[in-house]
């Protein structure tokens, strides 16, 4: 997996804590170059977005899946935006349905507005923001 | 065998059905910045609509907000001169509150928890620091690290997804936003208070809107204003005493729908459908009136998508037809289902859907400046989305 690289940033930047207890195992695999969501061992559905624990405070195990999905909905995001993501305007911001079936937001590389469209097929790409940070992104599948 | 929560209990909702009212209401004047601080604003307010109802803070002993409000109950009970502050309450989720602060007063009234309730909003965004992200903490935690950290958090992007989900299902087209937009705009020229009074918008100017998020524009999004608005609520039976028309709280409800998280949810259905969807079978459910029977809607309306959906969540028309429902004149004044009255969030003012709630009771007492003539039964809305809620009014 080559990661993508966040070379100048923004000292606003809205970082993830990424030790948070309900979403560690999720960066973790980020800067592992895998992505990782919820899935329910007796049933075997994935859930997202992730859970503290659910009934009876049973908890769920963290998996890997595809990193394959296809765009649900998207938006061009224009001027005013968030200082710390100026320079990737317009930006293409996407919902993607994984082939899992949980909904990930995320935004869009590798492409333009115009290539965009609803059902396009994406898969997962890496960026590195900081030595803790790595966000899942989204380009056309080849 | 997943088990389903039981049926209402119809006896028990009875004693809020038709049995609450609300008696007063009060604001004061909307602006951009107000220049006062909120817990003064709030006392100014709810001064007010115990005015309007021809009471004092002497009557009150409960009260009712959102949770997004910064002063404490106490403050404000002893700017009022409340003896003793028997029940109180903050309801979460933005302006998915706004009903629900009603409704949560209803019930403490139906079940003898307080007498007069005084819910309000008071609300100070001013010019200052007012982008979503200047008000974002350094490191992102909880529901928000699952969309903020790519830069979805405008709430117009937020909200452009169900939007853009929307026209690639059914076909609804930008004129079906821009009809929600013209009609506000249309209803704000009519009242005095609305930030947009004398700003008149057309179909033209609207479809020439700078675009904030494509598919969403300038004009698809509601104002911002600061302001303080507040109603008071209480028994029936003490309404009849006092000074206005009694407006019945008929139906309640509140709903978060399956799988929610704050803000982005986006994955509570097969396919995108706001928490409206499940607010609506509850509030029709409790309810002895149905979409028909509304006069008019106070639709919540932060962005003009919102308007499209509420149409369709609250049954007015089949899912999809949101769009096509707009033409025509049929949600302006004279058609057959007039919204958002005094102009809304889109051109009214956006204080998280209060107005809506004090427009539904001008509607029912025939006081509106955009008055839908003959005028018994309102719904109004709460922000769809988030966790929300709904309330329908009515009179005699």
Known sequence: MDFLFEPHLHSDYPLPDVDHPLTRPFWEGCRAGELRIQRDPETGLHHWPPKPAIFRGKLLEWVAVSGRGTVFSYVVAREPFLPALRHLLPLVLVLVELEEGPRLVGYMVGCTPADMRFGLPVRVRFKVLTDRVTLPVWEPAP | MALRPSPIDEDLFSRIR?????????QIGFSKDIGRPISATAIEAISLALEDAGLSGRDVDGMSMFEMERTHEVTIARGLGVENLRWWDKVSYGGGASCATVMHAAAAIATG?????????????????????????????DDKA???????????????????????????????????????RKHAQRNPQAMMRDRPLDMETYLAGRVIGE?????????????????????????????????????VAQASGPNPVHLAN????????????????????????????????????????????????????????????????RIELGGELPVLTSGGGLSEAYVHGFNLVLEGVRQVRGTSTAQVEGCRNVLVTGASGVATSALVLRGD
């Open chain 2, 18 to 26: 038709d049995r609450v009212a609300i008696v007063g209401i009060g």
């Open chain 2, 113 to 141: 928890l307080a007498s007069v309730v005084v819910c309000h909003r008071a609300r100070n965004r001013g010019a200052k620091d007012a982008r979503p992200w200047a008000q974002e903490k350094d490191v992102v935690t």
């Open chain 2, 146 to 184: 699952l969309h903020t950290p790519w830069g979805l958090i405008r709430p117009v992007d937020v909200i452009g997804m169900w939007a853009h989900r929307h026209m690639h299902l059914y076909g609804t087209r930008r004129e079906h936003f821009g009809n929600v937009a013209v009609a506000a």
């Open chain 2, 215 to 251: 598919p969403l524009t300038l004009y698809d999004c509601c104002l911002e204003t600061d302001g303080a608005l507040a109603c008071v609520v209480t028994s029936v039976e003490r309404a009849r005493d006092l000074r206005h028309q009694v407006v019945y709280v008929h139906s």
């Open chain 2, 266 to 329: 986006y994955n509570n259905a097969p396919d995108l459908l706001t928490t409206s969807t499940w607010c609506a079978d509850q509030l029709w459910e409790r309810s002895e009136l149905a979409p028909k029977d509304m006069h008019c809607a106070q639709i919540y309306d932060a962005f003009t998508p919102l308007v499209i959906t509420g149409l369709e969540d609250y049954g007015f028309c089949a899912r999809g037809e949101g769009g096509p429902f707009t033409e025509g004149g």
